[in-house]
């Protein structure tokens, strides 16, 4: 598809197009001219959508031709001979935005649309193009607007002897307003879990059977595994869907003291891997003779969070194979039990799944209608709202005049404003580079 939006589209595909049958209900079948030559390009489809009513609010022009790398840039060229330019990133759904049609929850959902590499990602994102967040900042924008409008009128309308909103009053609407915001941002790492993946990371000595669990978790022979310490030289990745949880999941050199220089190369690079991580997989073997010893490497994980694993629970001790493995504990981490699993036979990896997207989200789930915060951005202005919110109602705790408790209100209404894009005269062109940076073009 090549599509073209803008007051001139439709004479650009007037001037390129030759109809070949009657239109119907705004599809046309004809052919496409080049206008260097007139030669025919190709028979194609062309549906025209005029504005207000389309997807950008203006008149839109889209050819549907054969799917030739080639014949698509030639028609691209033709358009921009009449006068069209290659659109940039995201820039349709930003025209849409600019027209109304959409708030900035809802162009951030498309992106998620596009990138969805689950299912699960892909039913969230296509319930949030729909507006649910959108519509639950609004709820709560309406009850900050509430609060402040019942003050202002005893500010500006004096001689009314409009009586003064009770304090008691105003505190409750104000505690209703924040905690639904609160329950609201608690889901910002379910919804950018599912809308951006995790990064888990599978770490331990040499041999301890990280190339196997890898492959375990995912279902696949992916990775060489050998008896041979170090077969893993370089950073091994793969896709894991994690009951819908987008997951990369990256199997790294072993740890050992007396690498070689492409091992090194390796390890430096399983280092760099593991500073990036949502999560570390450490996993530690059950066969050896003090498995517990392996935990010192948790602390050169340089993760937040670290999973011990203990593999190899087929060739382990009876005390192990009944789960009695102590916590394991790191310099800087909290004490964990950990997972005992044989990624040989399977035994156990079923609870590591559940332990990893545990983990991960924190156990949350996604029902339909559902609203989530996507994004660091969405966060961002909902964490300022509720300081927004926190500011007014200590104020008033403190006896301050309502028209000073009212700059947090008013504070929490810009948050809410940003957040949605709607109710503000102008989004800021930063916040705009920030929504439509990850989108592609064409879309």
Known sequence: MVRISG???LEIARRLFRPGFPSCRGMRVGRVIDPGDGARLDDCLLLV???????????VAEFQCHGSPMLVERLISCCTAYGARRAAPGEFTRRAYLAGKIDLTQ????ADLVSAETDLALRVAAAQSQGLLGRRLAAAASGLVAVASSVEATIDFPEDDCPEPQRSELSAALARVREDLVSLGSTARLGRTIAHGAAVVITGRANAGK???FNALLGTTRAIVDPEPGTTRD??????DLDGLPVRLLDTAGLRTDPGAIERAGL????????????VLLVVDLSEAEPLADIAYAADADSADVLVVGNKLDLAPAAARAGRLPPMQAEGKAADPAICVSALTGQGIAE????????????????QGMALISTERQEREVRAAVAGI???SAAMDKGMPLDVCMIGVYAALDALARASGRGIGAVREDVLAEVFSRFCVGK
Do not use: C, F, K
Request: hydrophobic share 45%.
């Open 352 to 367: 590591l799944r559940g332990a990893l997207r545990e983990r991960l989200v924190g156990g949350g789930t996604w029902q």
């Open 49 to 59: 959508m005029p504005g207000p009513a389309s997807y950008t609010g203006e008149d």
């Open 211 to 213: 190339s196997s669990l």
């Open 107 to 110: 162009a951030e959902a498309v």
């Open 235 to 240: 950073v091994v990745e793969a896709r894991l």
């Open 390 to 392: 926190d500011a007014a």
């Open 7 to 9: 007051p001139a589209a």
């Open 268 to 279: 430096e690079l399983a280092a760099e891997a593991r500073r990036g991580a949502d999560l």
